[in-house]
Structures are given as structure tokens and as C-alpha cells.
């Protein structure tokens, strides 16, 4: 900071010398103005409301163990990995500062993380600068994921239908979250994407905990029963939908699917959400879990063998088939094991 300080004020005679690539760090404007000092006072601002506000959960040393961390599921974030769950960029990317406001600002529903909705906005960019200092060697944010308008403004009923199929079809949500239709309408929508059924989960109309980055298993909600934590409002749907969540298995969808498909999605889920607590979303449940005994229909036979095998490279395109795991193949960012 020393030096920064020195360059800033005799910018011409210390040029292209030993403090070109500290300079590097910051652009002219904030050379010409000083506000490297500003920096220095924000940081230490930021460390001081930090402590105040955050350290309890968050910790000292920004590494989510503060004292009450030991009470709280789900853990809260270890600020030194740099990534976080909720942004506007593809999951495990660095966030912007926006993506860390929104979360701030807005908390996180059903966990712990409360709002700080009253703190003043510079307080938040004070606090978050210093939450940047404990990421080593922190990365430039990722690109953000572009959310083109909402396609379904003058038909929401058609939105929600379509999300509906795309959730258990293409998309196959319900490989980790709940279905929520019977299983004659599951083997409809798959079929509606020429998608083979492999069968059904043993508990199709619950979640299936899967393994996390963030040192525990995280069972996916429940959109009946349990909170969403980003928000419920459609634009906060088709945000989570398309950047997935850091660090756990809830892909990226962004890449694969279309506009027009991710806000279907949105629509549904919020359609799902919105039933959340009421008699409804019982009934909904219960009928579910009471409907008739059903077999799936047989496999189509199986194709005919191939005529020759002479060319490696003529079967293996032959057999480009939807793999068993079938669905849009979308990206996710939780590939290590927990621990
Ligand atoms: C009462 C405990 C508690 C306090 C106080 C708290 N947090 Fe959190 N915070 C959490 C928990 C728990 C999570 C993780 C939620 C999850 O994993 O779903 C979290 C997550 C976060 C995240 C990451 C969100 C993401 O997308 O991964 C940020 C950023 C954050 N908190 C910032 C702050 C800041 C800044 C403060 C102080 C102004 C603060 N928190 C105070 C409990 C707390
Ligand atoms: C491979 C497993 C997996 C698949 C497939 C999957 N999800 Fe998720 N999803 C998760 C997990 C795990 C979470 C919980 C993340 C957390 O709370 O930390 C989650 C969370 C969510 C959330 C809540 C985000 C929030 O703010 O709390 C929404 C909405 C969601 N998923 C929608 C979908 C939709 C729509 C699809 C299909 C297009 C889908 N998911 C497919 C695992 C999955």
C-alpha cells in the first residue's frame, strides 16, 4: 500500500519503474484521485462491521466457523473458497459484487443467513471488499449468464405446462428433486422427448440427498414443502435454473436448455412454490403417494444388430443414442467429493 501511495503521487517520475505492476491493480482515475486511500479506509470499515455483524457465524478468519456456526445446518459460507452458491454467473465461478448485494440484502430464506437490509449500501460494499480479503489468489468474477426476456408474459398457464414436461422430461428435475405428477404422465412427458425409461427412483415423490462441495450432503427441496433460498419471484427462478448452485449437484442449466424452456421451468416452479403450506399442496402429495400400482411399459426392442463391424468409428455413432443418464447433460460445478 506504501508504494501504491508513493506511485500515486509522483506518478511521471516513478513510471514504468518498479511499481508499474502494482499500479496495474488499479485503474488511472483511482490513481489521479488517491483512492487507494479510500481503499484503505474502506477495508478498514468493512473489517469493523464485518466483525460486528458477521463473525458470529461467518468467523474471524472468514472461514464459516464463528461460534454459532456449531448450531447452524446449513453451515454458513467458508468465505476463504472464493465461490458461492446463489450468482448471476455459471455455477462455481467467482460472483460479481452485485451477486453478493442481492444475497446480503436479501438473506438466504429458510437458513440462517439473515437480510441486512437496513445496513446502508455502503456499508454492504465496505463489508464485501473485506470478505474479498480472505480468498487467496481470488479470480476475476465469470461472465454472467445472460436471461433474455420472459417469453410467457401473455400465456403463464401454457409456461407452466411446458415446465411441467421439461421437468420431467428433458430435463429430468426429478432425478434429485420430487416428481410431482403420476408415473403414467412421468413415462408421457419422457416419451414426449423420445427419452427411454430406465425406471423409477424407489422414492420418485421425495428428494435424493446428494453429495456437496461444502462439506455436507444437501438433500434439493422439496418446491411443496421447503424454502426456496434465492427467491421465489420468476426472475429469481430462471436465475437459479440457469446458473445452477455453486459448489452442489444442482447444474447449470443456462447452456443447455432454451430461453424459452428456463422460464417455462421458472413458471413452474414458482406455480409449485406457490402452493407451499396449503391444503392443496396436501392433497397434491397425498394422491400422489396413493395412486394405483403401475408397470411401465416394455423397452422397444432392442435395434437390430448393426450389418458390419468393420468400422469402429460408423458403430459408435450408430449408438449416439441418449445415454442412460439421459436428460439435457447440463454442467455442474460440484465435482469433489465432500471432505
Ligand atoms: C446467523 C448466522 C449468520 C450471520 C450473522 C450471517 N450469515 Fe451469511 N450465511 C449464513 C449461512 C448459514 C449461510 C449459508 C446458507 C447456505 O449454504 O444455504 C450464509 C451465506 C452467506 C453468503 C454466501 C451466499 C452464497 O450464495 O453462497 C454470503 C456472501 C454471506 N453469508 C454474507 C454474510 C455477511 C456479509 C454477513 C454480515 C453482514 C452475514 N453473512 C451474516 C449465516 C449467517
Ligand atoms: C443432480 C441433482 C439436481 C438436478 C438434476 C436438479 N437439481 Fe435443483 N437442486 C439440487 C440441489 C442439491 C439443490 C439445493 C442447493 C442448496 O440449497 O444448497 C437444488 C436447488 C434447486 C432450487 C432452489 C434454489 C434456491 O434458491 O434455493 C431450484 C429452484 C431448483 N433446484 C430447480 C431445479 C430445476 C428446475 C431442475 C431441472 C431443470 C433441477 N433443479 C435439477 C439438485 C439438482
Known amino acids: 500500500m506504501r508504494i501504491l501511495g508513493y506511485c500515486a503521487i509522483a506518478p511521471f517520475a516513478l513510471a514504468m519503474t518498479s511499481c508499474t505492476l502494482d499500479r496495474d491493480k488499479w485503474d488511472p482515475d483511482q490513481l489521479a484521485h488517491g483512492k487507494y486511500v479510500a481503499v484503505d479506509e474502506s477495508l478498514a470499515r468493512g473489517r469493523a462491521s464485518y466483525n460486528d455483524y458477521c463473525a458470529g457465524c461467518h468467523g474471524e478468519k472468514g472461514d464459516g466457523e464463528g461460534p454459532a456456526a456449531k448450531f447452524l445446518k446449513p453451515k454458513p459460507r467458508d468465505f476463504r473458497k472464493g465461490k458461492v452458491k446463489f450468482a448471476s454467473v455459471a455455477a462455481g465461478e467467482m460472483p460479481t459484487d452485485d451477486d453478493l448485494i442481492r444475497t446480503i440484502q436479501r438473506g438466504l430464506h429458510g437458513t440462517s443467513m439473515p437480510s441486512w437490509r437496513l445496513l446502508p449500501k455502503d456499508e454492504i460494499l465496505d463489508i464485501i471488499q473485506y470478505v474479498k480479503t480472505f480468498t487467496p489468489n481470488r479470480k476475476a468474477p465469470g461472465g454472467m449468464i445472460a436471461i433474455p426476456a420472459d417469453p410467457w408474459l401473455k400465456a403463464p398457464e401454457k409456461g407452466v405446462a411446458e415446465g411441467e414436461k421439461l421437468y420431467h422430461g428433458l430435463a429430468n428435475c426429478n432425478s434429485c428433486h420430487p416428481a410431482y405428477v403420476e408415473k403414467p404422465k412421468m413415462v408421457e412427458h419422457m416419451k414426449a422427448f423420445d427419452m427411454p425409461l430406465s425406471g423409477f427412483r424407489e422414492k420418485p415423490y421425495d428428494s435424493e440427498t446428494k453429495d456437496s462441495e461444502w462439506g455436507e450432503a444437501i438433500t434439493p427441496p422439496d418446491f411443496l414443502s421447503d424454502y426456496i433460498k434465492s427467491g421465489t419471484a420468476k426472475e429469481d427462478l430462471v436465475r437459479v435454473i440457469a446458473t445452477g448452485v455453486g459448489g452442489t449437484a444442482m447444474p447449470s442449466w443456462g447452456a443447455t436448455l432454451t ?76 465435482t469433489a467429493a465432500p471432505k
Open 259 to 334: 430461453p424459452k424452456q428456463l422460464w417455462g421451468l421458472a413458471y413452474y416452479v414458482e406455480h409449485l412454490a406457490s402452493l407451499r403450506g396449503t391444503k392443496k399442496a396436501q392433497d397434491m402429495r397425498k394422491a400422489l403417494l396413493e395412486q394405483p400400482p403401475y408397470t411401465p411399459p416394455p423397452p422397444p426392442p432392442p435395434p437390430p444388430p448393426p450389418e458390419t463391424t468393420a468400422d469402429p468409428s460408423a458403430s459408435a455413432s450408430a449408438s449416439a443414442a441418449p445415454s442412460s443418464s439421459a436428460s439435457a447433460a447440463p454442467t455442474t460445478s460440484a
